[in-house]
């Protein structure tokens, strides 16, 4: 048997070796093969013989040195052409390459182009990366604000649209010196920057359903109520440059995921999202404070005169950014004292303008709307303002499909005269128009945040634009409402059937006396046409209950948007508020609906119903039933118009 001194010795002998061993391999040669070349060439420069575009990419200088990627496709024989660019956050390069192909409107053919239009009319077209994201240097913030108090630096997209603008009239011999700015959503928020002191080459803006006041009514919140669906969206968009980070789904049903995660906040801390500056922001400003009011557009843009000839479009059903436009429109007509501004309203989803508008889900048109637009509107507009062609067409300043008889009208102006008139909620679950009001009856429900009211049939299938993957998100706002119209969770009021058709043009307004058993609570409104029980030339239609305007209110901030207090419980209080703009005729034979109920889930976090100071940190002893009162004083506010009848030059 060793002694332990002996196997220590033998260990360390047999560690050197070994590390001579190793030594040594390291120091012998390895064995020289024949080399293979590589196959792939240090630079492939791939032929564009046949190609009626060119396409180069380049790196424009910025006012602090910041550059940005900038995708530049000129159709080829361009001479005194005007230019069409669009500034995203969405990668400018994919935006450009819809298809690998030799054809210009192939290529276009992307999220946020109106190809037809732009290849048709010659146009040179440039698509920039914002600073921060893809292939442009510099810091992301979210719809970064101007120069000032919520901006320390010089530059904005204000000042990068300027800058951009001046190099291209500069460094591009194909163009006329003319450069007009187009862009859906986020897309559509930075035209609207752009008219914030614009470039004195800029000729015309199209603003297409822009972000515009992201806690009133568009993207993160309406009026106080959370949009949590789009947590997907701020954790790809904000936690990395290329928005690799990818969402992942746990449940194939929405409502379950988020049921079972509770708060919205703790949602969010589940998958990492405190790490985000800007869902740190969310967080910190709940209610409608300096930080939103100070980057709301329709604010900024009020301040100063329009100088730029600009289109803004409004989608009727739109998922996103459905207040933005119009609230927009209403800021800056006042100061528009040379017509420079136009409105069209067309009856589409999100960005439906570009692409196919016979029909929205189940809703048809009985034409094509969005080509008639692009090429009966934005077509001359752009003509007109980036061309110099005075021949051609001067677009009306209000085009509004309208929905119910499916007509084009043109307006001079935006929502024209209407009269209010009164919807009133009575006994027997009756909508009436113009009826007495009754202080003391109401209608009551049970709001229980355990089971709240799903925004469409379950199950939910996840926020996204992939028709072939089953989301069918951009259309939901279309979909039968009948789900929700039979739950007891669910006020519902309907009228008599129509003998004559009501017309509506503008904003409807809630007007709401309701009381609650907790301290806070949501109020959701939705106006509704009900269509006749049958529909002989589409038997699916039988009774279909299609929203056509509706929204949320948080109760909290009753008093003022600025100011969140408790509510007074099992108090009748007043609660008053406007739904999105419609145009809309409810026909002979239909009836119209009202809905109200106290969750819209998971579309908005769910409030507790018990007083909380910030709901994204609600911990689940906090959700509480509550017994939810409507009383018959209530009202929808309806703009009634006259009836004109339909007539060729209308249209």
């Known amino acids: 048997m060793k002694s332990p001194s002996t196997c220590i010795a033998l260990a360390c002998a047999m560690a050197f070796a070994s590390f001579a061993h190793a030594q040594n391999a390291q120091q012998t040669p390895a064995p020289q093969y024949p080399a293979l070349p590589s196959e792939t060439p240090a630079e492939f420069n791939a032929p564009t013989v046949g190609f009626n575009y060119t396409k180069r990419s380049v790196m424009i200088t910025m006012r602090d040195g910041t550059r940005l990627n900038t995708v530049i496709i000129v159709p080829k024989g361009a001479q005194n052409a005007p230019i069409l660019l669009t500034r995203t956050p969405y990668d400018a390069a994919s935006l450009t390459s819809h298809a ?3 054809d210009l409107e192939s290529i276009l053919s992307g999220y946020d182009n109106a190809a037809d239009v732009i290849v048709q009319g010659g146009y040179i077209r440039v698509v920039q990366d914002v600073r921060g994201k893809y292939g442009s240097e510099g810091d992301y913030v979210m719809n970064r604000p101007l120069s000032g108090p919520l ?7 204000s000042t990068d649209t300027y800058d951009t603008i001046d190099w291209l009239v500069k460094n591009i011999p194909e163009t006329n010196g003319r450069v007009g700015i187009i862009g859906i959503s986020y897309d559509g928020f930075l035209p609207l920057m752009a008219l914030v002191n614009p470039h004195p080459a800029l000729k015309a803006a199209v603003p297409m359903n822009p972000m515009v006041d992201g806690w009133m009514g568009d993207d993160w919140f309406h009026h106080g109520a959370f949009r949590q669906i789009n947590l997907s969206y701020i954790m790809e968009q904000v936690v990395t440059r290329g928005n690799t980070a990818k969402w992942y789904t746990s449940n194939y049903d929405d409502y379950d995921m988020y049921m079972r ?3 919205a906040g703790e ?18 400003h709940p209610g409608y404070d300096s930080f939103w009011q100070q980057q709301a557009m329709d604010k900024i843009l009020a301040k100063q005169p329009v100088t730029v000839p600009t289109l803004l479009v409004h989608s009727l059903w739109d998922a996103e950014d459905i207040y933005g436009p119009v609230a927009v429109y209403k800021a800056i007509k006042p100061n528009d004292k040379d017509n420079l501004v136009h409105l069209s309203l067309g009856p589409w989803n999100h960005g439906g303008a570009i692409g196919e508008g016979s029909s929205l889900g189940a809703i048809k048109f009985g034409s094509d709307t969005a080509l008639y637009w692009r090429q009966a509107v934005l077509r001359p507009f752009l003509d007109r303002h980036l061309k110099g062609n005075q021949a051609a067409p001067d677009i009306p300043a209000v085009t509004a499909f309208e929905t119910g008889t499916n007509q084009w009208r043109n307006l001079a102006s935006w929502p024209g005269a209407s009269k209010p008139v009164a919807l009133r909620l009575a006994a027997g679950q009756k909508a009436v128009l113009g009826a007495a009001a009754d202080a003391k009856a109401y209608d009551e429900y049970v709001s229980d945040p355990s089971k ?23 259309r939901w706002m279309v979909d039968d ?6 739950r007891t969770d669910v006020a519902t009021f309907v009228s008599d059937v129509l003998t004559a058709p009501v017309k509506i043009s503008g904003e409807p307004v809630a007007n709401l006396l309701a009381s609650t058993s907790g301290t806070d609570s949501d109020w959701v409104v939705k106006l509704i046409d009900v269509y006749p029980d049958q529909v002989g030339s589409n038997p699916s ?16 901030y009753r008093e003022g948007y600025d100011k969140p207090k408790p509510l007074a419980a099992n108090k009748p209080l007043s609660y008053r508020f406007g739904l999105p703009t419609a145009n809309h005729v409810f026909l002979p034979g239909h009836r119209i609906m009202v809905q109200v ?39 929808i506010e309806l703009p009634m118009v006259e009836m004109v009848p339909f007539s060729a030059g209308s249209r």
């Open 151 to 157: 901006n320390p630096t010089p530059v904005d997209h």
């Open 261 to 263: 995660a509770g708060s």
């Open 452 to 474: 709240p009211v799903p925004f469409r049939q379950r199950p939910i299938p996840p926020y996204g634009y992939d028709e072939a993957k089953g989301q069918s998100w951009p």
């Open 541 to 556: 239609m039988g009774g279909y209950q299609l929203m056509i305007s509706g929204d949320i209110f948080r109760g909290r």
């Open 267 to 284: 949602l969010a801390r589940q998958r990492g999202l405190e790490q985000s500056g800007f869902w740190r922001k969310l967080v910190q």
């Open 481 to 486: 409402q009948r789900e929700a119209s039979g």
């Open 597 to 635: 109920q106290s969750s819209w889930f998971p579309l908005y976090d769910r409030n507790p119903q018990t007083w909380v100071e910030n709901i994204f940190n609600a911990r689940p002893e906090d959700y509480k039933k509550a017994t939810q009162r409507i009383y018959h004083s209530s009202f």
């Open 100 to 102: 690998e192909s030799s």
